[in-house]
């Protein structure tokens, strides 16, 4: 008995002195501490208009078909489009990278980063209405969210290129 425990130990040293340094995993960087944009006044509808008739130029000129909604500060649709031959599914997915970019206060392409580092990123995917893919942009106005735009149909990239363009018309 005495010569298995000490043959054990020995096994138990040696397998431990044999692993690879780079087994372990770096640890994840902290998060980002919460922005601080306050909600402001909620965009109306001319307001709302500008941003889409941008977003939707975007669109076009590149030939992509997308659903394109843009929320107020509140949460509510004030303005959908949904151009020719663009899935129908994209609607909905639209208004749910809208709502991610309102409620979490940032572009729902952090979310889309966080979920591909894996690990400790997968836990966005717990997050509520957190839409881990680009096209969701919260759109800003002196200093103050006042609503947000969400775009879908093309690919996560084209989705966000038409998000910042709508929200950007507002700079």
């Not at 006044?41 to 709302?48: C, F, H, N, Q, W």
């Not at 929320?71 to 649709?77: C, E, N, R």
């Amino acid at each position: 008995m005495h010569n298995f425990k000490l043959l054990l130990s020995a096994a138990l040293i040696f397998a431990g002195t044999t692993l690879p340094a780079g087994a372990q995993q770096p640890a994840p960087p902290p998060p980002s501490p919460p922005p601080t944009i306050p909600y402001g006044s909620p965009i109306g509808l001319e307001a709302a208009k500008k941003a889409m008739a941008a977003a939707e130029a975007e669109a076009v000129k590149n030939n992509w078909p997308m659903a394109i909604v843009i929320l107020d500060s509140t949460g509510h649709v004030v303005i959908l489009h949904k151009l020719d031959n663009t899935q129908y599914g994209s609607i909905r997915v639209a208004e749910l990278k809208a709502h991610s970019a309102l409620d979490y206060r940032r572009p729902s392409k952090v979310f889309e980063e966080l979920v591909a580092q894996g690990g400790i990123g997968l836990r966005t995917l717990a997050l509520p209405g957190a839409a881990p893919f680009g096209g969701g942009v919260p759109i800003v106005s002196d200093g103050k969210i006042v609503g947000a735009v969400g775009v879908s149909g093309g690919t996560a990239p084209q989705d966000g290129q038409v998000a910042k363009i709508a929200a950007d018309s507002f700079k």
